[in-house]
């Protein structure tokens, strides 16, 4: 970080200093309007010199949110702010245009420091959600990423896998990251494009991000609940300038979850509509969960090789998780069941708190069985994760996990529906 400089400006044709310290810049505002602070790192996303201005493009924190998160001591545009808007300010330097070039690099140099992204490749999926995607990035994500001089190249999704054939071919060295401006569905399908690419131990260090347009948006919620912000298109454009998602730890961890499964990172299987359906699970419970479920007397081969074969159709793609478990790790639990889920993310929705011990980097899967319950008490409790504490609901994180489906108990000729993030299974295992 730079030192401290000043330099006598003028704002709003008002004479003030300003002062650039500890990635902060402040000065004087006229009347009892007092000092204006903002954030380099929070709260400004560039900067441009002109002629004799500098002109600071920031995204600030506005009304109550401000004044809580500066009461509190937070900083102002701290984490946990709420509503934030797009304000330009322009500081006239008293010293001509000079002094504005190197007031405009020295600002520069200062947000350049906090290694947000520079170039990136934007996935605009129009059938997303309400399929207003598309008015989505032109309304609110572009004007961001313009006024934070990131260089985009933008392309629309055209047809259902289209995203994931474009991110197995992507030239990767042109870009800092993969922007999805979708629901989980094309992120879903971007990660599995990058796993089958024969660069894939590289190219799955691609910062991906996601801003919410789709229906369900459960990772965008997760990401932006774990960095203590809404679930909001500007806050996700933010956190993808700024970087904030790699703060909360994600980075170094993103191998790990996002190869936990070949197909999905995010998987949630369900039976929906409460009807009750035969069936089994078997699962490798995580430590501390071992007294869930009966032991497995004898694996049966069908798991050990299904996971063998992960990947081995493009043999120098991923090639699925290894897999070391003992016989005598397996345990099992019979249906019927209400339904059955496994994510490895909080939110399956904005508003469905699906798994509320989920961890992006505890290397295991949260699985939800429901044996039982009355709609109403379940629809009631899933905003804020609560459900989960119904005596009908069975909650273990575990490492391995098969679910063999069976039929409707009301009416046999019936199966259930396997869901894998809006993809229809048969027959799912997922391994850590
Ligand atoms: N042009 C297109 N026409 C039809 N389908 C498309 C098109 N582009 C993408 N898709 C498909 O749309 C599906 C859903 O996309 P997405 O996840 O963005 O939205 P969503 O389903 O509304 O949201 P969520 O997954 O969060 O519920 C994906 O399977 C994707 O392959």
Request: net charge neutral; proline share 4%; glycine share 12%.
């Amino acid at each position: 970080m730079e030192g401290r400089a000043t330099a006598s400006v003028r704002v709003d044709g008002a004479p003030t200093e300003a002062t650039l310290c500890g990635g902060e810049l402040r000065w004087r505002r006229g009347g009892a309007a007092g000092e204006r602070a903002l954030s380099l790192e929070r709260e400004v996303l560039g900067v441009e010199a002109r002629g004799k201005e500098v002109v600071v493009r920031a995204f600030v924190t506005t009304g109550a949110a401000r004044a809580r998160s500066c009461a509190s001591g937070a900083g102002a545009g701290g984490k946990g702010a709420g509503r934030r808007c797009r304000r330009d300010f322009v500081l006239e330097m008293e010293d001509g245009e000079g002094a504005a070039a190197a007031w405009g690099e020295r600002l520069a140099r200062c947000l350049d420091s906090f290694g947000g992204p520079k170039r990136l490749f934007v996935l605009v999926n129009p059938f997303g959600g309400r399929k207003c995607a598309k008015k989505i990035y032109d309304m609110e994500i572009k004007p961001l990423f313009e006024a934070a001089g990131v260089s985009i190249t933008v392309q629309e999704t055209e047809y259902q896998g289209h995203a994931r054939e474009v991110a197995s071919s992507l030239d990767l060295g042109k870009y800092d990251g993969i922007v999805c401006v979708s629901g989980d569905g094309v992120l879903v399908e971007v990660v599995s494009g990058i796993l089958q690419r024969t660069d894939w131990e590289d190219a799955i260090k691609m910062p991906i991000g996601v801003v919410p347009a789709g229906t369900g948006n459960g990772m965008a919620k997760s990401l932006l609940h774990a960095a203590s912000e809404t679930c909001s298109v500007s806050n996700a454009v933010f956190a993808i300038i700024k970087g904030l998602v790699a703060d909360i730890d994600i980075e170094s961890e993103k191998y790990r979850w996002m190869g936990s499964a070949r197909f999905d990172f995010y998987a949630v299987v369900r039976i929906m509509n409460l009807r009750k359906y035969c069936g089994s699970i078997q699962f490798v419970p995580a430590p501390g969960y071992e007294s869930y479920g009966e032991p497995v007397k004898q694996v049966e081969n069908s798991i050990v090789e299904s996971l063998e074969q992960n990947g081995k159709s493009h043999p120098s793609s991923y090639p699925g998780p290894s897999v070391e478990f003992q016989a005598s790790d397996w345990r099992f639990a019979d249906g019927p069941f209400v339904a059955v889920w496994i994510n490895n993310v909080a939110w399956a929705a904005e508003d469905i708190m699906a798994a509320p011990e989920a961890k992006f980097s505890d290397g295991c899967m949260d699985a939800i069985i429901l044996r039982d319950c009355p709609k109403a008490d379940l629809l009631m409790k899933m905003s804020d994760g609560s459900y989960v504490k119904s005596t009908y609901v069975t909650y273990l994180k575990v490492r391995s996990f098969k679910l063999s489906p069976g039929q409707l108990v009301e009416n046999p000729k019936r199966g259930g529906i396997i869901d894998v993030d809006g993809e229809f299974n048969n027959f799912v295992i997922y391994s850590l």
